[in-house]
Structures are given as structure tokens and as C-alpha cells.
């Protein structure tokens, strides 16, 4: 399996948005685009449905009166607008200094529209997407994904690095890998792709401890050792939240490799599955794959 089929020549696209996580993906994106040698692109997507302004007609006010409101309502939903784009590009034009610090130059661009729709219409030329792990309506209590995330990570097609609050220099990365046909393909998109090339490699294979099953982990093993990685292998039992949270603790992990969710008629229900809850709860950034 080649690069090029794994990942296209297309460009990393890190969307950007007024929450606390904005340096981060800029910082994340930045990073990937220089490790893929990938164009940049720094997204801003200005929801105007996001915040509507509450317009009560339920009074006594003449037609006159409501044509008035109307208009008044108008202008004042042009202005929120401008002022929407105004702080959108000085949050791009800063995302963009902290992704070129990062060994990336970004171009830079806003759209209008809803995050999810936004993404799906640009995917064709993204070969990664960057988002935090929360945005700027997100609870940020640490049990709280962002729901416009899980609605992309759903959706989209394409890998997604989810960026934690803060960057951390990416030295050292493990695999979350079961046997199953997703985490094989993680195994083979990793080994085909520059992404993590010269990084200390490390696999984690959760399973019981009497059932541990050794062909898996010899072909992942045979298929790192290919692409030019010495992964260190691991297999613990234990449940697999639990166990990946202690690992990447103990392990001084940076970069955590999962599957992502499937395009399968029950990719809704997916919430409260092993991959939302580690994407939830992990403090560093995870790459999820399909």
C-alpha cells in the first residue's frame, strides 16, 4: 500500500474556531502539514445560525411598527455578521503565525455555514483534518466532547487529529490495535504514510489475560518493522478504557492511533463506544483513522 493511495497529495485542514483550543489546532496542523510536506489550510466557518437574535412578534404592534422591528433586526444581524468575519480573520491571521512556527506556512480562509456541512463539501481536497477536541459552545467540563467533533469524526472520511488544549511536541506515539479489521488498517495507514516516520513507535493490544492471541501482534509487528519503525509491542489485560488511559500515562505517550468511528448504518449509536469515551478522557492528541 503506497502513500500516495493512503493519503492523497490533498491538504491538511485545521479548523479554527474562538475557543481555547484555536493555538492548538493551529500548532497541531501546522506540525502535520510539515511532516506530510502537505499544503496548509486554516478554516473559519461562521455558523449565522448559530446565535439567533430572539425576535418576539406576539405582541400588539401595528404592521408599521413590525416592518420596523424587522429592518431593525436586519441591520443589526449585518453587523453581528461583519463583526463575525472581522474576529474570524485576526483568529486566522494569529492561527497562522503559531502554524508557521510549526515548520508550515498556512493560507487562510472563511466560509459560511454550518461546521459538519462545511467539512463534508471541502473534504475532496483534505487529506487530514485538525479540530479541537472541544469548541467554543462546548461544556468544558473533561467528561464533554464538543458535539460539532463527534458529528465530524462521524461524517467525514478522511483521518481527523483531535488537538488537547495545549500542544505537546509529538515524540512518541502508540497504537491502540484489538486484531480486528479497523485496527489492521490503522497498522497499514501509519507504516505507508511520513506522517510518523522516525518516532518511537509503540503498540497496545488489550485483551485477557489467558486469551492473548500472537498472530495479530506478529503482523503488526512485521508490518511496522517494513515501513522502517522498531515498535515496541504490548499486550495487557484489562478494560480497555482503563488500561489505554494507564498506558499512555505511563508510557509518556504524545500521540495516541485509533480507528475511527465506521460508515455503517449504526455509526449513530457509536456514542458511549470505546473510541468516544479514550477521545474523551485522554489529555493528549489522538489520530483517528478508517
Keep these: 500500500m503506497s502513500a500516495e493511495a493512503t493519503f492523497p497529495e490533498r491538504c491538511v485542514l485545521g479548523a479554527i474556531d474562538v ?10 496542523a501546522g506540525w502535520a502539514a510539515a511532516r506530510l510536506s502537505a499544503p496548509l489550510e486554516l478554516m473559519h466557518a461562521i455558523d449565522r445560525e448559530a446565535a439567533p437574535v430572539p425576535i418576539d412578534l406576539t405582541g400588539n404592534l401595528n404592521l408599521g411598527a413590525q416592518e420596523g422591528l424587522l429592518e431593525q433586526m436586519a441591520l443589526l444581524d449585518e453587523q453581528r455578521g461583519k463583526l463575525a468575519q472581522q474576529r474570524g ?7 497562522g503565525n503559531v502554524a508557521a512556527a510549526h515548520g508550515a506556512k498556512a493560507s487562510i480562509r472563511q466560509r459560511q455555514g454550518r461546521l459538519v456541512e462545511t467539512l463534508l463539501d471541502l473534504q475532496d481536497d483534505v487529506r487530514l483534518f485538525v479540530l479541537g477536541k472541544r469548541g467554543e459552545h462546548a461544556d468544558f467540563a473533561r467528561g464533554h466532547l464538543g458535539s460539532n467533533l463527534e458529528r465530524v469524526i462521524r461524517a467525514v472520511e478522511r483521518p481527523v487529529l483531535v488537538a488537547p488544549r495545549a500542544w505537546r511536541p509529538v515524540q512518541r506515539f502508540m497504537i491502540a490495535f484489538d486484531g480486528s479489521a479497523t485496527t489492521r488498517r490503522c497498522i497499514e495507514l501509519v507504516a505507508a504514510s511520513p506522517l510518523l516516520k522516525g518516532l518511537h513507535c509503540e503498540v497496545l493490544m488489550v485483551a485477557d489475560a ?3 492471541d500472537a498472530e495479530p501482534m506478529q503482523w503488526a509487528q512485521a508490518q ?3 515501513a522502517g519503525f522498531a515498535p515496541v509491542m504490548r499486550a495487557v489485560p484489562g478494560a480497555a478504557e482503563d488500561v489505554i ?9 504524545d500521540l495516541l ?5 465506521g460508515h455503517s448504518r449504526i ?7 470505546t473510541t468516544s469515551q479514550i477521545v474523551r478522557t485522554c489529555p493528549i492528541a489522538v489520530l483517528l483513522l478508517r
Excluded at 89 to 95: F, G, K, T, W
Excluded at 245 to 253: F, G, K, T
Design 89 to 95: 480573520r485576526a483568529l486566522l491571521e494569529e492561527a
Design 267 to 273: 455509526r449513530n449509536l457509536v456514542v458511549g463506544s
Design 19 to 28: 475557543s481555547g483550543y484555536a493555538a492548538s489546532v493551529a500548532a497541531h
Design 210 to 212: 489467558d486469551r492473548v
Design 224 to 226: 511496522l518493522h517494513a
Design 257 to 261: 492511533v485509533m480507528g475511527a468511528y
Design 245 to 253: 488511559a494507564a498506558q499512555v500515562a505511563d508510557r509518556s505517550i
